[in-house]
């Protein structure tokens, strides 16, 4: 009866710890660091779709820095873009772009910290470190 006993404790506890290590929460920043990248890759993948209505080249530059205070304006820019309301892959970009606003100005509105507000450099793509071989 004790070795079973053991055994049970032994496997509610190791439960409870695997609960307890999936239960965290995302913080605020990390919630918005994924959703911005999740985005940027999104736009990306829009951008370079051949399936994709000729409209999206005409569509407002999407590359995003939660760091950059500028991306509220290139946010409420892109959600705010007439164009390209047919297509089902932009309004869901516009969605995820729009949800990121709010949880900026909302959720993580005393959590952030922007570290600069050069517009221009939300222009240009950033581009992946390059390795030397």
């Not at 307890?20 to 660091?33: G, H």
């Amino acid at each position: 009866k004790l070795p079973t006993m053991k055994m049970l404790l032994l496997l509610t506890a190791l439960l409870s710890a695997a609960l307890l290590a999936r239960a965290a929460p995302p913080t605020c920043y990390s919630r918005v660091l994924s959703l911005s990248k999740e985005i940027t890759e999104s736009f990306k993948e829009l951008q370079t779709s051949k399936t994709v209505d000729s409209c999206v080249e005409t569509l407002p530059k999407l590359y995003l820095d939660i760091h950059n205070y500028c991306v509220l304006a290139k946010l409420r820019d892109f959600v705010a873009y007439p164009g390209c309301d047919r297509v089902v892959e932009v309004n869901e970009l516009k969605e995820k772009a729009r949800s990121l606003y709010t949880i900026l100005i909302s959720y993580c509105r005393r959590d952030l910290v922007f570290l600069t507000d050069d517009c221009n450099a939300l222009e240009i793509p950033i581009s992946p470190p390059i390795e030397h071989s």
